[in-house]
């Protein structure tokens, strides 16, 4: 750990954040959120778009060296000049120089996060130009002297109030600023000023186009039109994964920027330039030679390409910076950015990206914040596959820069591929099967060791599993064992193979238990299959070799059921996600189709039962009982949450169910010290819906193993799993 945060200095710096930025990060991105929901809502045709788009990218990133070639022929032809920087000094040097040429003291600056990875403010400061921030929240920032806290709205950790007082104290305007019109237009009079008298406009580019050299800038408030047009030299930075094939590839990017960002059907400004462009210059209050225009594009790698030959960075090349990822995410909507976020790029993309720049050890601090639940993939316009990303990354991190160099300490000793320098605290969740059997093997003296008091102070010192929280209690007999002794219904219609996971064989054996009662009752001959960890865990810890052994053993151990024609049915949603989706990176392809096409989470599974002519009343009365339910971040994902509503509905419970995409735990997160706090800030909206007049009596019901032990901590009331609500007895 050295040279790392510790865990209590990193749940310090998390409290911290919450408690000074997390509200107006809160509602700020919650809003974006809600926002991006109802406008991709108005799109017929949401998916094809985002296929379209995502088809776009992949062609664009492959093709990459040929058109940079055709971009920079195009640009020339044009009339302006093209330079490829190797890294960030490369830039700097080279936009300095461009500088010095034009003669320039001043520069007028549209936001780009590409010239914030470079520093290039910083490098032109420190070569004595002025450079002035036109963005208004990259602008509040540079007054500020703060660092950005999100992809599009940097200043997004600042209440209204915040930036008032900030800028009375900075600037002693003449009357009081205080709704936020006043602010926008305080600020626009103050740039008004240094925009039309700056000697070079400089901007990012969001698109560019290898066929006619144009550039696609989209931008909330237009300064950065207004300083292309104002000075006759401009300068746009841009990675070189912004270019496209043609200006007509544009168009599902367009569609979709603004809507998966900011909740906008379309960005307030979406310019077209093909630069340099034939109209006179301005400064305000003269017009200028439109021949005196010059346009350098300054095209960036630093480690672009070297992430384009990375299989598993590769996909971060994709990403149109549109924030989706962000806005969707639990724990970012909690503390942003400043948390959650390196030296430049923030939420879960973040972790790609800083890596990709700057090595793995960039992504560090934060990449533990995704806790994977995959809400951000369905968000992404370009489909891509975020968790994997930090999943992978995690990974390389675990396994540090040589990896095999004390690995002999541990062969033999761990249950996992991990190398020796493992964190302890990872190799104790990564490995969970194997606590859970020793657990269930030896309660009740497991039982009463792990809720001791110096057992949990120990558990915190030494793992860093944060005391609050209540230890799982172990069941003694497990599910398998209790399954071996039943009889099989006398003629059943079909068969299936019950892969019961880790907490549902060892700990929650009662919902083991109502899943094949509620299976059996119809007509179904349920088999338990002879593995049970999935592998999530080791996954959720970065711990990749690992949970590709487990992955291997389940297929191993399946591959008979599935051979006899049996359905694979499962209780807990992260590990159905596991064999539905994650399997895809662990396991040959037609395994992983196998799988997946024939694995069902169980009322997924009843739900086709009925739907295919199963009696319902075999199933328990829910007899008008009031029920709150949560379903799971995952399961919401794969998109089930909606067949076990159908069917606590059908069987006459009373039920409302939470609005709150995630209860906060995650797996292990919220077990995990550093932290509780944000996890417990998460569960706060759920807590909240479960509190009211209407649901605070209500039984609470769960599908997710987390959810439960979340909500239990929440509320003080225990939680129950939907089967165990339409078991039969018996
Ligand atoms: S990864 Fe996807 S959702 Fe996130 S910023 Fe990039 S394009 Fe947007």
């Known amino acids: 750990m050295s040279g790392k945060t510790s865990k209590r200095a990193k749940a310090a710096k998390i409290r911290d954040v919450l408690d000074t930025e997390g509200a107006a990060i809160e509602s700020n991105t919650q809003g974006f959120n809600d926002g991006r929901y109802e406008s991709v809502a108005d799109l017929e045709n949401y998916e094809a778009l985002k296929d379209e788009a995502r088809t776009i990218k992949e062609d664009a990133i492959e093709r990459l060296p040929e058109l940079i070639d055709k971009l920079t022929a195009t640009i020339e032809e044009n009339g302006g000049t093209v330079y490829l920087a190797d890294d960030a000094a490369d830039a700097n040097a080279h936009i300095e120089s461009l500088l010095d040429d034009a003669d320039a003291d001043n520069v007028a600056k549209s936001k780009s996060m590409t010239t914030e990875e470079l520093g290039v403010n910083e490098h032109l400061e420190r070569a004595g130009v002025d450079v002035v921030e036109t963005d208004l929240g990259e602008w509040v920032l540079q007054v500020a002297e703060e660092a950005p806290s999100h992809l599009v709205a940097p200043a997004i950790h600042k209440s209204r109030a915040e930036i008032a007082e900030l800028f009375e104290d900075h600037f002693d305007p003449d009357v009081p600023l205080e709704t936020a019109e006043d602010l926008t237009n305080f600020a626009r009079e103050q740039l008004a000023d240094q925009i039309a008298a700056a000697d070079v406009g400089m901007t990012g580019a969001n698109f560019l186009t290898a066929d006619s050299g144009t550039m696609a800038l989209v931008t909330s408030e237009g300064n950065a039109r207004k300083t292309v047009a104002s000075a006759d030299t401009h300068i746009a930075v841009a990675g070189v994964e912004k270019i496209l094939p043609s200006v007509e590839d544009l168009q599902p990017f367009v569609e979709l920027i603004g809507r998966s960002g900011t909740g906008q059907d379309i960005t307030s400004y979406i310019s077209l330039l093909t630069p340099p462009i034939d109209a006179p210059t301005f400064d305000g209050d003269h017009l200028g030679d439109p021949d005196d225009r010059e346009f350098h594009l300054v095209l960036v790698d630093n480690g672009r390409m070297a992430m384009r030959e990375d299989d598993d960075l590769r996909e971060t090349l994709y990403c149109i910076r549109c924030s989706a990822c962000a806005n969707s995410c639990a724990n970012f909507q909690q503390v942003g950015g400043h948390a959650f976020g390196g030296e430049t790029y923030t939420g879960g993309i973040a972790t790609g990206w800083e890596a990709g720049i700057g090595g793995e050890e960039a992504a560090d601090e934060f990449n533990d914040l995704c806790t994977g639940c995959s809400r951000c993939t369905e968000a992404c316009p370009v489909k891509i596959d975020i968790p994997w990303i930090n999943t992978v990354v995690r990974d390389r991190l675990n396994r540090g820069d040589d990896p095999g160099a004390f690995d002999h300490l541990v062969t033999g000793l761990t249950p996992d591929e991990e190398p020796a320098g493992l964190d302890l605290q990872k190799r104790f969740f990564g490995n969970f099967a194997t606590v859970?059997?020793?657990?269930?093997?030896?309660?009740?003296?497991?039982?009463?060791?792990?809720?001791?008091?110096?057992?949990?102070?120990?558990?915190?010192?030494?793992?860093?599993?944060?005391?609050?929280?209540?230890?799982?209690?172990?069941?003694?007999?497990?599910?398998?064992?209790?399954?071996?002794?039943?009889?099989?219904?006398?003629?059943?219609?079909?068969?299936?193979?019950l892969l019961a996971d880790t907490y549902t064989n060892y700990m929650h054996v009662e919902r083991g238990k109502a899943a094949i009662r509620t299976l059996e009752a119809l007509d179904v001959d349920v088999h338990v299959a002879d593995v049970t960890e999935s592998g999530r865990a080791a996954l959720s810890q970065g711990m990749v070799e690992t949970a590709r052994d487990h992955a291997e053993d389940v297929a191993d151990a399946l591959e008979p059921h599935l051979d006899a024609g049996r359905d694979v049915v499962m209780v807990e949603p992260s590990d159905l996600a596991m064999l539905r989706d994650d399997y895809r990176r662990l396991l040959p392809e037609e395994?992983?189709?196998?799988?997946?096409?024939?694995?069902?989470?169980?009322?997924?599974?009843?739900?086709?039962?009925?739907?295919?002519?199963?009696?319902?009343?075999?199933?328990?009365?829910?007899?008008?009982?009031?029920?709150?339910?949560?379903?799971?971040?995952?399961?919401?994902?794969?998109?089930?949450?909606?067949?076990?509503?159908?069917?606590?509905?059908?069987?006459?419970?009373?039920?409302?169910?939470?609005?709150?995409?995630?209860?906060?735990?995650?797996?292990?997160?919220?077990?995990?010290?550093?932290?509780?706090?944000?996890?417990?800030?998460?569960?706060?909206?759920?807590?909240?819906?479960?509190?009211?007049?209407?649901?605070?009596?209500?039984?609470?019901?769960?599908?997710?193993t987390s959810c439960h032990d979340q909500l239990t901590d929440l509320l003080d009331r225990p939680a129950t799993h939907p089967v165990e609500l339409v078991a039969p007895e018996n």
Not at 475 to 496: F, H, I, M, N, Q
Not at 609 to 629: H, K, Q, V
Not at 660 to 667: S, T
């Open 436 to 497: 859970a059997k020793l657990g269930s093997a030896f309660t009740p003296v497991s039982n009463w060791a792990a809720a001791a008091p110096p057992s949990r102070w120990i558990a915190e010192k030494l793992l860093g599993v944060d005391r609050r929280r209540e230890m799982p209690t172990f069941t003694r007999g497990t599910l398998r064992k209790w399954a071996k002794g039943r009889e099989s219904p006398a003629d059943p219609e079909r068969e299936v193979v």
């Open 591 to 704: 395994t992983f189709d196998r799988l997946s096409t024939n694995s069902y989470e169980i009322l997924e599974y009843v739900y086709g039962l009925l739907e295919n002519g199963a009696d319902i009343d075999a199933l328990a009365d829910g007899e008008g009982e009031e029920i709150a339910y949560h379903s799971h971040c995952q399961q919401r994902t794969l998109g089930l949450a909606a067949h076990t509503e159908a069917i606590l509905d059908e069987v006459g419970y009373d039920m409302v169910t939470s609005e709150v995409e995630c209860c906060g735990m995650a797996g292990s997160f919220g077990f995990k010290q550093q932290y509780y706090d944000v996890s417990m800030a998460v569960g706060d909206d759920l807590a909240e819906q479960f509190t009211t007049p209407e649901t605070a009596d209500r039984r609470v019901v769960a599908s997710g």
